[in-house]
């Protein structure tokens, strides 16, 4: 009888997995089942963890880099050995290149059979090597509860991002006692440590407000690693107590609201160039800021880089670094300020001119924005789009946008009003993200609707994932913006097309008037062909009501836009 009992209680590592991840507060995860990781999975379900099944791996690595944003803890994805690992290393790259926690842990070949040509063989621990901040292999079921931990840990801590915990077959094949699982469990949560985030200095703080007050044209910068720091409210407040103008980068949209009187996006250009002090807060100066660097920005501009991560400030050179969160950086920075409070008026020349540049630049796009073009080109549907969303209030969808000119556009026209509100292609200008970080902000912020805005390019990456929206019935709308292909139709000069292939569609070429919307309705969900401002205002109202998954087919002009959208020089 004690014998039956014992066999009774034993866990196997799927179940040990599971238990551990549980322990850490994780709730959900992502990925594609298969050999060996599918009981994993099913063992996860059982404890309370939410499991979304894509079809593709590399749309759940990006859902789980995406979710390790939007909720500060890492994402977790699953994936089968070998190809499934490679699969999986779209995300862990993602998550690395925009700095988000994320686990990736797979599956693998037995250990005793590998360098024999086994099933799936792969060394992942060297696969991932490039993209992770730290990777472990389970080599027995008692290093599991340490090993999930660590991975944990890693991701999340100082400058997130991606991590990877490889499990071999045979090790999830392996089992303990019930008592000894537990034992393994606790010893292995009481000894997490975390490393202290390092607190900016008195004298640091002091230097950084010297220079603040001593501009004669300050702005202050923020991007992603302010939003992940939940750095919003100190943000309001440095830029309400100071009155100095602000610039987010694309995802940084919404941390303050894009209508706030000392936004400066409209007037990038100016504020960039001729700004004298910059205080970069969560944001790296590279491409997407200009590397700091002339003729974008003036020769003599001083930086204040506030980063989490001191190889960043190493790297870049600043003025004065501060070594720091965001949130606790600003907290104290602003509690100094308060102190001994300073404020540039609205009459200030620097924000006159700010404000001015904003005024006429608003003011020509409102002018183009107020065509109705049809065909359409992109400004129509994309203001058509933006007054839909401004009509839901609030909680503001989250929206999702990736393409060339459909994100480049969107970028300009589409308001962000409440932080953590914009998904786009982000550091690494990564095409095939949409639908993986719809579901990943469809699961993270259940109340609100998500709204993506894709090219058909960008869409076609990830399109069978729409299956995956209805299956879990997920408020979410996909806009799709039907150019014809790849920035459009055939952009080709009559000299290019020649040779034995010159018949060929060309290589920016798709199916022309392809039936996008009827690829969601082969799985139940509700599909749109719009053409007209009032078929794509109908279908917008129908759909945000609904709150269903739904695809709505926007018939774009092939010729509008331009090749490689704001990129032309990179082309």
Same mark, same amino acid.
């Given at each position: 009888?004690?014998?039956?009992?014992?066999?009774?209680?034993?866990?196997?590592?799927?179940?040990?997995?599971?238990?551990?991840?549980?322990?850490?507060?994780?709730?959900?995860?992502?990925?594609?089942?298969?050999?060996?990781?599918?009981?994993?999975? *099913?063992?996860?379900?059982?404890?309370?963890?939410?499991?979304?099944?894509?079809?593709?791996?590399?749309?759940?690595?990006?859902?789980?880099?995406?979710?390790?944003?939007?909720?500060?803890?890492?994402?977790?994805?699953?994936?089968?050995?070998?190809?499934?690992?490679?699969?999986?290393?779209?995300?862990?790259?993602?998550?690395?290149?925009?700095?988000?926690?994320?686990?990736?842990?797979?599956?693998?070949?037995?250990?005793?059979?590998?360098?024999?040509?086994?099933?799936?063989?792969?060394?992942?621990?060297?696969?991932?090597?490039?993209?992770?901040?730290?990777?472990?292999?389970?080599?027995?079921?008692?290093?599991?509860? *340490?090993?999930?931990?660590?991975?944990?840990?890693?991701?999340?801590?100082?400058?997130?991002?991606?991590?990877?915990?490889?499990?071999?077959?045979?090790?999830?094949?392996?089992?303990?006692?019930?008592?000894?699982?537990?034992?393994?469990?606790?010893?292995?949560?009481?000894?997490?440590?975390?490393?202290?985030?390092?607190?900016?200095?008195?004298?640091?703080?002091?230097?950084?407000?010297?220079?603040?007050?001593?501009?004669?044209?300050?702005?202050?910068?923020?991007?992603?690693?302010?939003?992940?720091?939940?750095?919003?409210?100190?943000?309001?407040?440095?830029?309400?107590?100071?009155?100095?103008?602000?610039?987010?980068?694309?995802?940084?949209?919404?941390?303050?609201?894009?209508?706030?009187?000392?936004?400066?996006?409209?007037?990038?250009?100016?504020?960039?160039?001729?700004?004298?002090?910059?205080?970069?807060?969560?944001?790296?100066?590279?491409?997407?800021?200009?590397?700091?660097?002339?003729?974008?920005?003036?020769?003599?501009?001083?930086?204040?880089?506030?980063?989490?991560?001191?190889?960043?400030?190493?790297?870049?050179?600043?003025?004065?670094?501060?070594?720091?969160?965001?949130?606790?950086?600003?907290?104290?920075?602003?509690?100094?300020?308060?102190?001994?409070?300073?404020?540039?008026?609205?009459?200030?020349?620097?924000?006159?001119?700010?404000?001015?540049?904003?005024?006429? *630049?608003?003011?020509?796009?409102?002018?183009?924005?107020?065509?109705?073009?049809?065909?359409?080109?992109?400004?129509?549907?994309?203001?058509?789009?933006?007054?839909?969303?401004?009509?839901?209030?609030?909680?503001?969808?989250?929206?999702?946008?990736?393409?060339?000119?459909?994100?480049?556009?969107?970028?300009?026209?589409?308001?962000?009003?409440?932080?953590?509100?914009?998904?786009?292609?982000?550091?690494?200008?990564?095409?095939?993200?949409?639908?993986?970080?719809?579901?990943?902000?469809?699961?993270?912020?259940?109340?609100?609707?998500?709204?993506?805005?894709?090219?058909?390019?960008?869409?076609?990456?990830?399109?069978?994932?729409?299956?995956?929206?209805?299956?879990?019935?997920?408020?979410?709308?996909?806009?799709?913006?039907?150019?014809?292909?790849?920035?459009?139709?055939?952009?080709?000069?009559?000299?290019?097309?020649?040779?034995?292939?010159?018949?060929?569609?060309?290589?920016?070429?798709?199916?022309?008037?392809?039936?996008?919307?009827?690829?969601?309705?082969?799985?139940?969900?509700?599909?749109?062909?719009?053409?007209?401002?009032?078929?794509?205002?109908?279908?917008?109202?129908?759909?945000?009501?609904?709150?269903?998954?739904?695809?709505?087919?926007?018939?774009?002009?092939?010729?509008?836009?331009?090749?490689?959208?704001?990129?032309?020089?990179?082309?």
């Amino acid at each position: 009888m004690a014998e039956s009992g014992e066999k009774s209680a034993l866990v196997d590592c799927n179940l040990l997995v599971a238990k551990a991840l549980v322990r850490a507060g994780i709730d959900r995860m992502f990925g594609v089942v298969g050999i060996p990781v599918t009981s994993l999975a *099913n063992r996860a379900v059982a404890l309370g963890i939410r499991f979304i099944a894509f079809h593709n791996e590399q749309s759940a690595g990006y859902a789980a880099s995406a979710y390790g944003y939007l909720t500060g803890r890492p994402g977790i994805l699953l994936t089968v050995s070998g190809p499934g690992c490679v699969h999986g290393l779209a995300g862990l790259s993602n998550a690395a290149a925009n700095a988000w926690p994320m686990v990736m842990i797979s599956g693998s070949c037995d250990q005793k059979d590998f360098g024999r040509g086994d099933f799936q063989e792969l060394d992942q621990i060297a696969a991932v090597k490039p993209f992770v901040k730290f990777s472990v292999k389970a080599k027995h079921i008692n290093e599991i509860p *340490n090993a999930v931990f660590s991975v944990l840990d890693h991701a999340g801590s100082g400058r997130p991002g991606g991590c990877y915990l490889d499990i071999p077959s045979d090790v999830l094949h392996q089992t303990v006692t019930e008592s000894e699982a537990n034992k393994l469990l606790d010893e292995a949560e009481s000894s997490r440590k975390i490393d202290p985030i390092k607190n900016v200095t008195k004298d640091e703080i002091a230097k950084a407000i010297s220079l603040i007050r001593k501009a004669e044209r300050p702005l202050i910068v923020f991007g992603k690693g302010a939003a992940i720091a939940r750095a919003e409210s100190e943000l309001k407040d440095l830029v309400e107590k100071t009155g100095i103008p602000f610039l987010p980068t694309p995802m940084g949209k919404g941390l303050l609201p894009d209508s706030h009187d000392l936004a400066a996006t409209a007037a990038r250009s100016l504020a960039i160039g001729k700004c004298d002090v910059a205080i970069v807060i969560g944001a790296r100066l590279n491409w997407l800021l200009h590397f700091g660097e002339p003729p974008k920005w003036s020769k003599d501009v001083k930086f204040i880089l506030i980063d989490i991560d001191e190889e960043e400030i190493s790297l870049r050179k600043p003025y004065l670094g501060l070594i720091g969160d965001a949130k606790s950086t600003l907290k104290v920075l602003n509690k100094e300020i308060k102190d001994d409070p300073f404020c540039l008026g609205r009459s200030h020349p620097w924000i006159e001119a700010i404000t001015n540049k904003v005024k006429e *630049n608003v003011s020509k796009m409102e002018e183009q924005l107020a065509k109705d073009v049809v065909p359409f080109n992109f400004l129509t549907p994309m203001r058509i789009i933006r007054d839909a969303i401004a009509g839901l209030g609030s909680p503001a969808p989250i929206l999702v946008s990736e393409g060339a000119n459909t994100m480049d556009v969107g970028r300009s026209v589409l308001v962000q009003m409440e932080p953590r509100t914009r998904l786009d292609a982000g550091t690494w200008g990564t095409m095939g993200v949409g639908l993986g970080y719809c579901i990943a902000a469809a699961v993270a912020s259940p109340d609100r609707l998500v709204v993506a805005v894709e090219g058909d390019s960008g869409f076609g990456f990830s399109a069978m994932e729409v299956e995956t929206l209805v299956r879990y019935q997920l408020p979410v709308v996909v806009i799709v913006f039907n150019n014809g292909g790849v920035y459009g139709g055939d952009r080709r000069c009559p000299n290019e097309i020649t040779g034995p292939y010159k018949d060929d569609p060309a290589p920016t070429s798709f199916v022309p008037g392809a039936a996008y919307h009827v690829l969601i309705e082969a799985f139940g969900g509700k599909g749109y062909l719009v053409g007209t401002p009032e078929e794509l205002k109908s279908a917008l109202a129908e759909s945000f009501s609904a709150r269903k998954p739904a695809v709505i087919n926007v018939t774009i002009d092939p010729y509008a836009g331009a090749e490689s959208g704001r990129m032309q020089h990179k082309n």
